[in-house]
């Protein structure tokens, strides 16, 4: 079984500012950092570190080499990677002295990689393994009907939240994961409830209130969030939906995935930053006993 992800890849660009830019100011920032970020390339770190077989689909620029070896560090097969000539995927985020942000994103290499690749890709995939997919990169339906066609687990992360996208998707869709705020911009998008939407299985993150998932047949399974001094709760989400995925795709029960993923985001709500704080099964393991 494996999990093929056909998500972002980021560099992060972090800068501490005594506040957030006015128009035509220009600022001297206090503290640089650069780290891997990008919702795709956070769930793929997750499910590895997990310890699931996961495969990265996605795409770089040529200065964008240190975020492909990164994710191999941390267990992702990068093998359908590309390189390309647009640069790397980026976000620029200023913080000022009071932890409000500004972000600019340039999503870059992410929407430029061509969907053959991903067929390509996906012809290792076997009946059963998982596509996993979010907003960050193109080709979200077209690769969303191929891997329904193929037998797969389509696992769709509706993050950031787009109306158009969600709607493309959800009928190829076999697990559909929200947070609390895209679920009710699902519902109000859609005129719909969540019991009404027309999707085998939902996973819905709560923060510090838990997780719960459901299946259309009935069956319910919840969470309760580990009580935790958050230091940073950025990727807490994308730890937890790489776990839960980790988890099934390694035949865990749902009620099992999702109390493991709430031991691996709480103990990242614990450490600063995202792909590179993201804890491994062993520390997740060790964590809370
Ligand atoms: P983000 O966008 O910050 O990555 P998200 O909004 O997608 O996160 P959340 O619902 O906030 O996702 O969090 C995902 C899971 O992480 C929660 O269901 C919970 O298990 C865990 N979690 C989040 N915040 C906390 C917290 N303060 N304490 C403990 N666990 C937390």
Not at 110 to 129: I, Y
Request: charged share 15%; with cysteine.
């Amino acid at each position: 079984m494996a999990i093929h992800n056909l998500g972002s890849i980021n560099i992060d660009h972090f800068y501490s500012v005594p506040h957030l830019p006015a128009p035509g100011e220009t600022l001297a920032a206090t503290a640089y950092g650069i780290g891997l970020g990008g919702k795709g390339a956070n769930q793929s770190t997750a499910a590895a570190k997990a310890g699931a077989r996961t495969v990265h689909i996605g795409a770089v620029g040529p200065e964008g080499a240190w975020t492909v070896e990164r994710l191999n560090g941390a267990g992702v097969d990068t093998t359908h990677v590309s390189v390309l000539e647009t640069p790397t995927g980026h976000a620029i985020i200023n913080v000022d002295a009071t932890g409000e942000n500004a972000i600019v994103l340039f999503p870059g290499a992410n929407l430029a990689l061509p969907f053959p690749k991903v067929v390509s890709a996906l012809s290792e995939a076997a009946p059963g393994d998982t596509l996993l997919l979010q907003n960050e990169t193109a080709h979200q339906e077209k690769a969303a009907r191929h891997g329904r066609d193929l037998g797969l687990r389509v696992v769709y992360s509706a993050a950031p939240f787009d109306p158009t996208a969600v709607r493309a998707v959800l009928p190829f869709t076999t697990l559909l994961i929200l947070n609390a705020v895209e679920a009710e911009q699902l519902c109000a998008a859609l005129d719909t409830t969540i019991e009404a939407l027309d999707v085998p299985e939902i996973l819905i993150t709560r923060g510090a209130q838990g997780a719960e998932w459901r299946h259309r047949d009935g069956n319910r399974a919840f969470a309760p969030a580990l009580s935790v001094k958050a230091q940073d709760t950025t990727g807490a989400g994308d730890t937890f939906a790489g776990y839960f995925c980790a988890g099934l795709d390694l035949g865990q029960k749902p009620q099992a995935a999702l109390a493991w993923a709430a031991k691996a985001a709480a103990l990242k709500v614990t450490r600063r930053g995202t792909a590179d704080a993201i804890p491994s099964a062993a520390e997740v393991a060790a964590f809370g006993t």
